[in-house]
């Protein structure tokens, strides 16, 4: 990884980075906005980039976690906004996994919390290391293995429930 | 803990063929990202923790040395043969008379056994100011006998002065030649006096003196340790606490050892170093043996000096900063927990 230019790092891990924010935010066009500005702000940044602390998709991720975690604060102003001026508020069912999730697994998602997805899409989806994945939450390995199997736990329950359903 | 991902193989399976990949826009839009020119990292902590500890022990052996130089007034006298008629009469041996002895402000003529010798003139020690003074002397004698004669005189005239002998050889062989060599120290107020007496035991080949001013360096350390005294008497006065203590550790600390430096600079000072060669020979060179510290060892004690006063500091804003440091650590680690549990707070209700 010693010498990875910014360019090369962008194009092999554009793909990683875009799934995991549309796990997390649950909205595509949401992530795709949230996937340029956290390239934007690794070539921003890229001088601080150490190959020898961790991969560059890790470092992207926890860019893009950052990311993520702006938007959600900033939609949560805005919810209770609306909710100040009695309009309703923002439902859950806004966020949708429509294009490219079957029915169940959408509507499963959909029903797990943005940390519950996250932990999914950092360790099965992108398929990154437990130690790795752990550094982007901020939290132990045995946490981070604890969490992701409740979170898969519960998204099977889901789905199975809605296939008996 | 085996991995939770094999307990669900087909919702594994599903999650990573899940997902809409990036549109073509964005992929333009990063690529346009890559394209700008990419700057080198820099490691400019690692560069400037290497850096500050090398400037500092530069700046001390640059400030040593310039100091050391300034210390340094060398007077370089010497006096080549300097021709004294030989006495007229045998050599007795010299009976010496300390009591009433003249100052060594004073060139004086020794009369002894109603023999005259002339004058010989020595750099006298400047009474108003310490300095550092070496002599070194070459005395011929006519033989071996006047040679043990002189060599044991003159180290009786030494103590006799207050001084005391430091290294003593001597060596004879069965031509009839021979030689001594002394080094001895005496009161530096009463040098020109020795040089005159050790002079006296022969006749004079050759004489070379040394002169180093260090008054300059024992009012600067006197002054600082003034200053000192007023902070830690100021401080003194103040109520007690655990800082007010360690401030006070460390200055005394520094004052100790700026006292203990000027003994040493002052003791040197008040005794002068005398190298005297007793020889048969009638011409001989000056071998003097270096034993004063040259340029280059003050200079290296100077900067010595300077880096214990720059850790003296560091010790200073380490003591009394150190509560102040592991304060905000822990304000700053309570910080960071706190922002920890609030985003997770906030994922858990996304």
């Given at each position: ?9 962008a194009e092999r891990h554009l793909d990683d980075v875009h799934r995991y924010l549309v796990f997390l935010t649950g909205d595509r066009t949401v992530a795709e906005d949230l996937t340029a500005e956290t390239f934007e702000h690794a ?14 998709k890790t470092w992207l991720c926890q860019l893009a976690r950052t990311a993520a975690l702006d938007w959600f604060r900033a939609e ?14 923002a439902d859950h069912e806004e966020l949708r996994f429509s294009e490219g999730f079957s029915p169940a697994l959408a509507d499963a998602l959909a029903h797990a919390t943005a940390a519950e997805r996250e932990v999914v899409a950092l360790c099965v989806v992108l398929e990154l290391?437990?130690?790795a994945a752990?550094?982007v939450l ?9 969490r992701l199997?409740?979170a898969l736990?519960k998204l099977?329950?889901r789905m ?6 | 803990?085996?991995?939770?991902e ?5 919702l594994v399976e599903e999650l990573r063929l899940a997902g809409p990949p990036p549109s073509d826009e964005l992929r333009e839009r990063v ?312 985003r997770?707070?906030l994922l858990e209700r996304s």
């Amino acid at each position: 990884m010693n010498g990875v230019t910014f360019a090369e790092a962008a194009e092999r891990h554009l793909d990683d980075v875009h799934r995991y924010l549309v796990f997390l935010t649950g909205d595509r066009t949401v992530a795709e906005d949230l996937t340029a500005e956290t390239f934007e702000h690794a070539l921003r940044s890229w001088r601080r980039f150490d190959p020898q602390r961790g991969s560059a998709k890790t470092w992207l991720c926890q860019l893009a976690r950052t990311a993520a975690l702006d938007w959600f604060r900033a939609e949560e102003r805005r919810r209770r906004r609306e909710e100040r001026f009695a309009r309703d508020a923002a439902d859950h069912e806004e966020l949708r996994f429509s294009e490219g999730f079957s029915p169940a697994l959408a509507d499963a998602l959909a029903h797990a919390t943005a940390a519950e997805r996250e932990v999914v899409a950092l360790c099965v989806v992108l398929e990154l290391e437990r130690t790795a994945a752990a550094r982007v939450l901020g939290i132990s390995e045995t946490a981070c293995t604890t969490r992701l199997s409740r979170a898969l736990h519960k998204l099977e329950e889901r789905m199975t429930a809605d296939v008996r359903a | 803990m085996s991995a939770p991902e094999l307990e669900y193989p087909h919702l594994v399976e599903e999650l990573r063929l899940a997902g809409p990949p990036p549109s073509d826009e964005l992929r333009e839009r990063v690529r346009a990202l890559g394209a700008r020119p990419q700057r080198r990292p820099r490691r400019r902590l690692k560069l400037l923790a290497v850096a500050m500890p090398v400037a500092a022990v530069l700046a001390a052996l640059a400030l040593g040395t310039l100091e050391g130089a300034r210390d340094s007034q060398v007077v370089y006298g010497e006096v080549g043969a300097a021709s004294a008629p030989p006495p007229t009469a045998k050599a007795q041996p010299w009976e010496l008379q300390e009591a009433g002895a003249p100052s060594a402000a004073r060139a004086f003529d020794e009369v002894d056994a109603g023999v005259t010798v002339e004058r010989v003139t020595a750099l006298p020690p400047n009474r108003t100011r310490a300095q550092q003074y070496r002599a070194d002397l070459v005395v011929h004698v006519d033989s071996l006998e006047a040679l043990s004669l002189a060599t044991s005189n003159a180290m009786q005239l030494t103590r006799n002065m207050g001084g005391y002998l430091l290294s003593a050889t001597q060596d004879t062989s069965a031509d009839g030649r021979g030689y001594s060599s002394l080094v001895v120290r005496v009161p530096t107020q009463k040098v020109q006096r020795a040089i005159v007496r050790f002079a006296q035991l022969g006749t004079i080949l050759e004489q070379q003196v040394h002169v180093q001013d260090v008054q300059r360096t024992l009012d600067k350390l006197f002054r600082e340790a003034q200053a000192l005294r007023a902070q830690i008497a100021k401080l003194e006065a103040e109520p007690q606490t655990p800082e007010r203590d360690a401030k006070l550790r460390i200055l005394r600390l520094r004052l100790d050892e700026l006292t203990g430096r000027s003994e040493r600079i002052a003791q040197r000072a008040s005794f002068a170093r005398i190298a005297l060669t007793l020889t048969t020979e009638e011409t001989a060179a000056i071998t003097p043996v270096p034993d004063e510290p040259g340029r280059l060892e003050r200079a290296w004690e100077r900067s010595l000096d300077i880096l214990v006063g720059e850790a003296v500091v560091l010790l200073y804003v380490v003591l009394v900063g150190g509560p102040f440091v592991v304060l905000a650590a822990l304000v700053w680690l309570s910080a960071r927990t706190g922002r920890r549990r609030s985003r997770e707070a906030l994922l858990e209700r996304s």
